[in-house]
């Protein structure tokens, strides 16, 4: 692409007027993840400004994994979505994805739990990983059916989520009714094509700055080791994945790769672009027509993959 950083390139896709203005708002602020990291991690936690509160929705402490619960009027009492939020394994807590997880919840008619997990660089790899699988042991040590259980997130939360999913089979935990991997970073060794080519249009996220955060999270640890990188791991014997992403994202093949492997594996694989959005669009909700749309294709998703429990 020859256009400049920032502009859409002709014959672009329509989005809606709503997402017009995010893409003015994003590209009047300072880049988050070139930041120093105590301001990106400031930054971080204001993740979710835009975005609407969840009507209906109660929230809990989750002292026991230092998160929260977001709990809908009439959710079904035994299913969960166990989400994982993103910040390159550097940044963000469970706090900056209250009002998304909530959406979700609601959407699917369950409860959400999303747990707070090991941040590099004081806790590098495997330690996301670890506090993930503590985080699912806490579920079915409370009863929860794992056939009752989705793990999700976003970012580098959406990648954790499908190495999660592999961590637990090579565990030989039982498994949860599915996952999903919203504008997953899978691939932290950037075998990726569109880490370059869509850096014009990717308003959001660059090259440099996640090379940064992952040498930080992997702190000289093999980066096609599957649980930092799923894209590189064996699928199989795993459940269903749903994988949603934005067009116009450098981590648009890390989407397509991750289902790529996936589907190798044997596993029923969803891929969903959704044309023109930026990285982690759905986090939007309320504000975006587009955010309200993902995030009712997954509450949709969801609901059929614990229905055929």
Not at 70 to 99: C, E, H, N, Q, W
Not at 135 to 151: C, K, S
Request: hydrophobic share 45%.
């Amino acid at each position: 692409m020859n256009h400049a950083r920032g502009s859409r390139p002709q014959a672009a896709v329509a989005i809606s007027p709503q997402a017009e203005r995010l893409e003015e708002l994003i590209k009047k602020a300072p880049k988050q993840i070139d930041l120093p990291l105590p301001n990106k991690r400031e930054a971080g936690e204001h993740a979710e400004d835009l975005t609407s509160e969840p009507e209906g929705v109660a929230y809990e402490e989750a002292p026991e994994v230092g998160g929260l619960w977001a709990k809908p009027a009439g959710a079904r009492a035994d299913a969960v979505i166990m989400y994982l939020f993103g910040g390159g394994y550097t940044i963000s807590s469970p706090r900056s994805r209250r009002k998304l997880a909530g959406h979700l919840a609601r959407a699917a008619g369950t409860r959400a739990l999303v747990p707070d997990y090991a941040l590099a660089p004081e806790h590098p790899f495997p330690g996301a990983i670890e506090s993930a699988r503590s985080a699912y042991r806490f579920l079915l040590g409370g009863g929860v059916d794992p056939g009752r259980i989705i793990l999700a997130g976003d970012s580098s939360g959406g990648g954790l989520a499908a190495a999660t999913l592999l961590a637990l089979k090579q565990a030989g935990l039982p498994l949860p009714a599915g996952a999903v991997s919203i504008s997953p970073w899978a691939d932290l060794a950037f075998t990726g094509r569109t880490y370059d080519s869509l850096s014009a249009v990717d308003l959001t996220a660059t090259k440099d700055g996640l090379q940064r955060m992952a040498a930080d999270y992997l702190c000289g640890a093999d980066p096609r080791d599957p649980l930092a990188s799923p894209i590189f791991g064996d699928f199989s014997g795993l459940p269903p994945l749903l994988v949603v992403v934005g067009g116009y994202e450098v981590l648009l093949d890390d989407a397509v790769g991750l289902a790529r492997q996936a589907a190798i594996g044997g596993v029923d694989v969803t891929l969903r672009i959704w044309a023109g959005m930026q990285h982690v669009f759905p986090i939007y909700a309320g504000f975006l027509p587009e955010a309200d749309a993902a995030i009712a294709a997954i509450g949709s998703w969801v609901r059929s993959r614990l229905e055929a429990h």
